[in-house]
C-alpha cells in the first residue's frame, strides 16, 4: 500500500502562485510515475502534469510554460509549481502514484483563483 498526503492548496488571486506537495509513505518500491490531476466543479477529472520514472514530463496544453511538476526522491515528494495562475484553474487537484499498474491517489486540495 501506498499512502498520499497532499498540502499547499489554497485561495489566490489570478497571476499569483502556489506549490502543491504530495508525500508518498509505505511501499513505494516499484513507483514508476506520479503526478497531478485536476476536477473543476461539474467536470471530469482531467491530467494537468505527470513525471514517469525516467524523469520525462508532459503537461496538459492548458498549463505548459505556468506549471512545472517535479519531484525529491529523497523524500518521496512530487509537487507542482503553479505560477501565473488564472481563474480556470481553481480545481480540487489530486495527486497520484503509479506503482506498477495501480495508481494511488492523495485525497485531493483546493485551489481557488479568485479576486
Known amino acids: 500500500q501506498v499512502q498520499l498526503v497532499e498540502s499547499g492548496g489554497g485561495l489566490v488571486q489570478p497571476g499569483g502562485s502556489l506549490r502543491l506537495s504530495c508525500a508518498a509513505s509505505?511501499?513505494?518500491?516499484?513507483?514508476?510515475?506520479m503526478g497531478w490531476y485536476r476536477q473543476a466543479p461539474g467536470g471530469q477529472r482531467e491530467l494537468v502534469a505527470a513525471?514517469?520514472?525516467?524523469?520525462?514530463?508532459n503537461y496538459a496544453d492548458s498549463v505548459k510554460g505556468r506549471f512545472t511538476i517535479s519531484r525529491d526522491n529523497v523524500k518521496n515528494t512530487v509537487y507542482l509549481q503553479m505560477n501565473s495562475l488564472r481563474p480556470e484553474d481553481t480545481a480540487v487537484y489530486y495527486c497520484?502514484?503509479?506503482?506498477?499498474?495501480?495508481?494511488?491517489w492523495g485525497q485531493g486540495t483546493q485551489v481557488t483563483v479568485s479576486s
Open positions: 509505505g511501499s513505494i518500491f516499484g513507483i514508476n510515475a
Open positions: 513525471i514517469i520514472s525516467g524523469g520525462s514530463t
Open positions: 497520484y502514484f503509479r506503482k506498477w499498474s495501480r495508481d494511488y
